[in-house]
């Protein structure tokens, strides 16, 4: 069932309700512990509503960030927010943390193979 703090009116959602919206009448998802109704978004689903479908009633989070969607299209959800997944059913995810560009580590190895290159192409040059 829904229910709303007095603070901030932010309806939080039980997964077990959340599971029952997976039909084409009514489809909702999780993104990110936010809970959405993407029914009325079928036809302008880039994907099809068949990506949506398979998704309904359930957490979308990786399927989601997996596709990398723009921030236009993030922002496109925000009509389709209805609230929260409750607190109560939301998994304890490690966050991912991008490789940092500038580590030592990512220009090490490339470094080290056109040294080698380098030196074998000086080898066979000079041998002949």
């Known amino acids: 069932m829904a229910s709303a703090t007095a603070e901030s009116n932010v309806k939080y959602f039980a997964?077990?309700?959340?599971?029952k919206h997976n039909t084409r009448e009514s489809c909702w998802i999780i993104i990110n512990n936010g809970?959405?109704?993407?029914?009325?978004?079928?036809?302008?689903?880039?994907?099809?509503?068949?990506?949506?479908?398979?998704?309904?009633g359930k957490d979308a989070t990786e399927t989601f960030e997996d596709v990398g969607h723009s921030t236009d299209?993030?922002?496109?959800?925000?009509?389709?927010?209805?609230?929260e997944l409750a607190l109560e059913d939301r998994e304890t995810r490690k966050p991912?943390?991008?490789?940092?560009?500038?580590?030592?580590k990512s220009w090490l190895v490339p470094f080290a193979i056109g040294i080698m290159v380098t030196l074998v192409y000086?080898?066979?040059?000079?041998?002949?």
């Open 15 to 19: 997964k077990n309700e959340i599971e």
């Open 73 to 83: 299209a993030r922002e496109l959800m925000v009509p389709l927010k209805l609230g």
């Open 35 to 56: 809970v959405y109704d993407v029914t009325s978004f079928y036809e302008q689903h880039p994907g099809g509503e068949e990506v949506l479908l398979e998704q309904g």
């Open 122 to 128: 000086r080898f066979f040059i000079s041998t002949y």
């Open 96 to 104: 991912s943390v991008p490789d940092e560009p500038s580590s030592w």
